[in-house]
C-alpha cells in the first residue's frame, strides 16, 4: 500500500478510468451541444488575488517572516444535462503563485504553473425512476449549513480547492431532505491524472469517513438540521496518531423577531485518538438584525463560539475540538495560519469567542464589512509548545476585520481586506500585532 492511496496498480486503473471518464464526458458534451442546445454548458472564472502577512506565525517584529505573494487560479468546468435526471460535470483547475517576498527564498522561483488538476469530476441522477431518490458520484463539493462541519476537503492547498472523493445519495421528500455520503480523501491526489504534478499535500493524513444529514424547511422562514459524521484519519507513518472520530449535532436557523434572524448550532464528538478515547464538543449562535434604514441598509451582529481544548494533565480523555471537514477560515483569514503553531493550520480547536459585527451597504453593489473577535484559549497550549511563542495567560487575543467588496456586473467583482490582530497573555510578553491584507478580483463567465 502506498502512502495513504491505493497501490501502485491501483493508482494506474484509478488514473486510466478517470482519465476515459473525462474524455468520454467531453466527447459526450460536444455532441450534446449538436443534438440538444441547452443540454451542454460551461463557464471559466479567474480570480486575481495579492495576500499579505506579518508575525502571524510568531508575533514577532524582530524576525523577517512577512510574506507577499500574487495567487492566479483559473478554473474551466462543462456540464452535461441530457435531460432533467442526469447531469455530467467537470472542471479543470491551476492556480500559481508570484512570491515578492518569501521567508523561505520562494522569490527566487520562476513563475510557474504549478499543477493542473482535475477539481470535479461526478456524475449525479436526480429523481431517478420517478422516485424522491439520487445519488452524486465522483469528485464533488459538499458543504452544509455554514461549513461549521463540512465544507473543505483539503486544507493544506488554501482555497485553491475544496472537493471531497465521494458517493453522496439523496432522498428529498418537498422541504425535506436526507443526504448520505461516503468520502475517501489521500494525503495527496492520487485518484485522477495531474499534469505537472508537484507532489502537492492536501491533508497531513488519509481520511476515511460516511455520515448522515437531514434537512427540514418545512418551518415557515426557518431552517432545521440535524446530522451524524464519521471520519478516521491514518498517517501510513505514524507521524500522527490514528484518529476515529464520531460527531453528532443539529443547527436551527432563520427568521426570529422582527428584523432579527439567527443561527445556533451545537455539536459533540466521541471516539479514539491513538490510545486515548475522545471526548469533545462545540457550538455557535449568532443573531442579526438589520436596521429599518432603507437609503443605506445597515445591520448589527452579535454572536459567540465555543470549541473545546484538551488538557493533558487533567484527564486520560483527548478533549480538543476536531474540526471534522472545517479546516478553512470560518473566523478570519489570519487566525489559521496562527493555529499552525498548535495543532496545525486551520485547525480550530480551544478557541472561545463573543464577536461584534456591523454591516453597510453605501451603494446597492457595495458593501462594507467590520467584525471583532475577542478570543480566549479554554486550556493551555498543547503540550511540548514553543515557550518563545506562547505565554502563561488564556485570552488568545483581539481580532479585528474589515472588508469592502463590490460587483460590478455578473461577470465581475472584487473585495479588500484587513485582518489584524493584537495578542494577549495566551502570547508570550511583548509579541507583536500580526497582519493579514489581501486584496481580489474575480471573474465569472
Given at each position: 500500500m502506498?502512502?495513504n492511496?491505493?497501490s501502485?496498480?491501483?493508482?494506474?486503473?484509478?488514473?486510466?478510468?478517470?482519465?476515459?471518464?473525462?474524455?468520454?464526458?467531453?466527447?459526450?458534451?460536444?455532441?450534446?451541444?449538436?443534438?440538444a442546445?441547452?443540454?451542454?454548458?460551461?463557464?471559466?472564472?479567474?480570480?486575481l488575488?495579492?495576500?499579505?502577512?506579518?508575525?502571524?506565525?510568531?508575533?514577532?517584529?524582530a524576525?523577517?517572516?512577512?510574506?507577499?505573494?500574487?495567487?492566479?487560479r483559473?478554473?474551466?468546468?462543462?456540464?452535461?444535462?441530457?435531460?432533467?435526471?442526469?447531469?455530467?460535470?467537470?472542471?479543470?483547475?491551476?492556480?500559481?503563485?508570484?512570491?515578492?517576498?518569501?521567508?523561505?527564498?520562494?522569490?527566487?522561483?520562476?513563475?510557474?504553473?504549478?499543477?493542473?488538476?482535475?477539481?470535479?469530476?461526478?456524475?449525479?441522477?436526480?429523481?431517478?425512476?420517478?422516485?424522491?431518490?439520487?445519488?452524486?458520484?465522483?469528485?464533488?463539493?459538499?458543504?452544509?449549513?455554514?461549513?461549521?462541519?463540512?465544507?473543505?476537503?483539503?486544507?493544506?492547498?488554501?482555497?485553491?480547492?475544496?472537493?471531497?472523493?465521494?458517493?453522496?445519495?439523496?432522498?428529498?421528500?418537498?422541504?425535506?431532505?436526507?443526504?448520505?455520503?461516503?468520502?475517501?480523501?489521500?494525503?495527496?491526489?492520487?485518484?485522477?491524472?495531474?499534469?505537472?504534478?508537484?507532489?502537492?499535500?492536501?491533508?497531513?493524513?488519509?481520511?476515511?469517513?460516511?455520515?448522515?444529514y437531514?434537512?427540514?424547511?418545512?418551518?415557515?422562514?426557518?431552517?432545521?438540521?440535524?446530522?451524524?459524521?464519521?471520519?478516521?484519519?491514518?498517517?501510513?507513518?505514524?507521524?500522527?496518531?490514528?484518529?476515529?472520530?464520531?460527531t453528532?449535532?443539529?443547527?436551527?436557523?432563520?427568521?426570529?423577531?422582527?428584523?432579527?434572524?439567527?443561527?445556533?448550532?451545537?455539536?459533540?464528538?466521541?471516539?479514539?485518538?491513538?490510545?486515548?478515547?475522545?471526548?469533545?464538543?462545540?457550538?455557535?449562535?449568532?443573531?442579526?438584525?438589520?436596521?429599518?434604514?432603507?437609503?443605506?441598509?445597515?445591520?448589527?451582529?452579535?454572536?459567540?463560539?465555543?470549541?473545546?481544548?484538551?488538557?493533558?494533565?487533567?484527564?486520560?480523555t483527548?478533549?480538543?475540538?476536531?474540526?471534522?471537514?472545517?479546516?478553512?477560515?470560518?473566523?478570519?483569514?489570519l487566525?489559521?495560519?496562527?493555529?499552525?503553531?498548535?495543532?496545525?493550520?486551520?485547525?480550530?480547536?480551544?478557541?472561545?469567542?463573543?464577536?461584534?459585527?456591523?454591516?453597510?451597504?453605501?451603494?446597492?453593489?457595495?458593501?462594507?464589512?467590520?467584525?471583532?473577535?475577542?478570543?480566549?484559549?479554554?486550556?493551555?497550549?498543547?503540550?511540548?509548545?514553543?515557550?518563545s511563542?506562547?505565554?502563561?495567560?488564556?485570552?488568545?487575543?483581539?481580532?479585528?476585520?474589515?472588508?469592502?467588496?463590490?460587483?460590478?456586473?455578473?461577470?465581475?467583482?472584487?473585495?479588500?481586506?484587513?485582518?489584524a490582530?493584537?495578542?494577549?497573555?495566551?502570547?508570550?510578553?511583548?509579541?507583536?500585532?500580526?497582519?493579514?491584507?489581501?486584496?481580489?478580483?474575480?471573474?465569472?463567465?
Amino acid at each position: 500500500m502506498s502512502r495513504n492511496g491505493p497501490s501502485g496498480t491501483g493508482k494506474l486503473v484509478l488514473r486510466a478510468l478517470g482519465a476515459a471518464a473525462l474524455l468520454c464526458f467531453i466527447s459526450g458534451a460536444l455532441m450534446a451541444e449538436d443534438k440538444a442546445p441547452g443540454a451542454f454548458d460551461w463557464g471559466y472564472r479567474l480570480r486575481l488575488r495579492q495576500e499579505y502577512g506579518a508575525n502571524l506565525t510568531d508575533f514577532s517584529n524582530a524576525l523577517a517572516d512577512d510574506n507577499n505573494y500574487l495567487r492566479v487560479r483559473s478554473q474551466l468546468w462543462g456540464s452535461w444535462a441530457p435531460d432533467a435526471h442526469w447531469k455530467f460535470y467537470a472542471m479543470l483547475n491551476n492556480e500559481h503563485r508570484r512570491w515578492y517576498k518569501s521567508n523561505r527564498g520562494l522569490e527566487n522561483q520562476p513563475f510557474e504553473i504549478h499543477e493542473l488538476i482535475v477539481e470535479n469530476l461526478y456524475v449525479e441522477g436526480k429523481n431517478l425512476g420517478g422516485t424522491p431518490f439520487g445519488f452524486v458520484v465522483g469528485r464533488q463539493n459538499l458543504s452544509y449549513g455554514e461549513g461549521f462541519i463540512c465544507w473543505d476537503g483539503g486544507p493544506l492547498d488554501g482555497s485553491r480547492t475544496g472537493y471531497f472523493n465521494a458517493l453522496l445519495l439523496t432522498a428529498s421528500f418537498g422541504k425535506r431532505r436526507l443526504d448520505a455520503h461516503v468520502i475517501s480523501d489521500p494525503e495527496r491526489d492520487d485518484y485522477l491524472p495531474i499534469l505537472n504534478d508537484q507532489k502537492q499535500s492536501m491533508i497531513e493524513w488519509g481520511e476515511t469517513g460516511a455520515g448522515l444529514y437531514y434537512t427540514d424547511e418545512s418551518f415557515e422562514g426557518r431552517k432545521l438540521e440535524a446530522y451524524y459524521f464519521y471520519k478516521n484519519e491514518k498517517d501510513e507513518d505514524d507521524a500522527y496518531p490514528e484518529s476515529d472520530i464520531h460527531t453528532i449535532g443539529a443547527r436551527a436557523s432563520g427568521k426570529g423577531f422582527g428584523r432579527l434572524t439567527f443561527a445556533v448550532e451545537g455539536a459533540l464528538q466521541a471516539g479514539g485518538r491513538g490510545a486515548q478515547d475522545r471526548m469533545g464538543y462545540g457550538g455557535y449562535l449568532y443573531g442579526r438584525y438589520a436596521l429599518p434604514i432603507d437609503r443605506v441598509p445597515t445591520a448589527f451582529g452579535l454572536g459567540a463560539f465555543y470549541l473545546s481544548g484538551d488538557d493533558p494533565g487533567s484527564t486520560d480523555t483527548y478533549e480538543g475540538w476536531d474540526p471534522v471537514y472545517s479546516r478553512w477560515p470560518k473566523w478570519g483569514d489570519l487566525y489559521i495560519y496562527s493555529l499552525a503553531k498548535e495543532r496545525g493550520a486551520g485547525f480550530w480547536e480551544n478557541f472561545a469567542s463573543l464577536w461584534f459585527g456591523l454591516e453597510v451597504k453605501p451603494l446597492a453593489r457595495v458593501m462594507l464589512e467590520e467584525r471583532i473577535y475577542p478570543m480566549w484559549a479554554p486550556k493551555p497550549p498543547p503540550s511540548g509548545a514553543n515557550t518563545s511563542i506562547f505565554g502563561a495567560g488564556s485570552y488568545r487575543g483581539t481580532l479585528s476585520l474589515m472588508k469592502l467588496s463590490g460587483t460590478l456586473n455578473k461577470y465581475l467583482s472584487a473585495y479588500m481586506l484587513w485582518e489584524a490582530l493584537l495578542p494577549g497573555d495566551y502570547y508570550a510578553p511583548g509579541s507583536n500585532t500580526a497582519h493579514f491584507l489581501r486584496w481580489e478580483i474575480m471573474f465569472k463567465y
